[in-house]
């Protein structure tokens, strides 16, 4: 008779010493896995924090620092091959003429656009103008992601296109004697996004502590903003 009361206790000790455990444990690791997860997403966070703040950089040296075509194309490619910069394009929009200066870049190859085929611009990033308008010098203007077809001449087909996701930087241009004559625009290819998310994704992290399923973890929006730089 005690063997078959003992029996009842045992096994209602040895659940619920059980369940215990289990709650502590699942508390516990989900505490871990939570507090992995927010310093994975926070360096990310930073690393395309840091990728935007270079671009506006980038952007305010050469509007503060280019005058002409020849100066706008240097300082472009200069960027593009010291930092890596995957700029699709950059261009001065003049406020009161026509004679915009354009270039796009596709690989190691930089070609000016001239104004007639600025306007083949998918879209003409002469649409941005009034957003552009609201930024005082200094300030830099952020786009969503856009996907824009620029056309890309080269002498064997003159009539040539390349498609790319890009986002804009636009930051107001003042002449030397400090009139605003018009506005510079930068674009970035978004897969220089791509890149960081699937680096910090990869055996390369710079947080790797152990291999991970290839799945897919992320998904970014970026959303119109405008950043202010003294």
Known sequence: MMLFTLIPSVMAILIATVYIAYLTSSHFLNQALERSSRIHIRAV???????????VRDLLFISRNSSGGDELRKSYTDFM???????????????????HLYFVAWGNEVVQLQPP???????????????LAR????????????EVAHPFPQPSNPNQRIRSTVIYFG??????????????LLSMDARMIRNVLSLYNSNQSP???????????FSSRIFLMTISFE
């Open 171 to 184: 930051t107001p241009y003042l002449a030397e004697n400090g009139e605003q004559t018009g506005f510079l």
């Open 45 to 55: 966070a930073h690393e395309i924090e840091g990728l935007f703040a270079r671009c």
């Open 117 to 131: 085929l600025i306007s083949n611009m998918n879209p003409d990033p002469r649409v941005y103008l009034e957003d």
């Open 81 to 99: 091959q010291l930092e890596g910069m995957d700029y699709r394009e950059i261009g001065f929009i003049w406020q009161n003429d026509s004679s």
């Open 207 to 217: 947080l790797w502590a152990f291999p991970r399923t290839p799945e897919i973890r």
């Open 135 to 146: 930024c005082k010098p200094g300030e830099v203007w952020v786009s969503p992601m856009v």
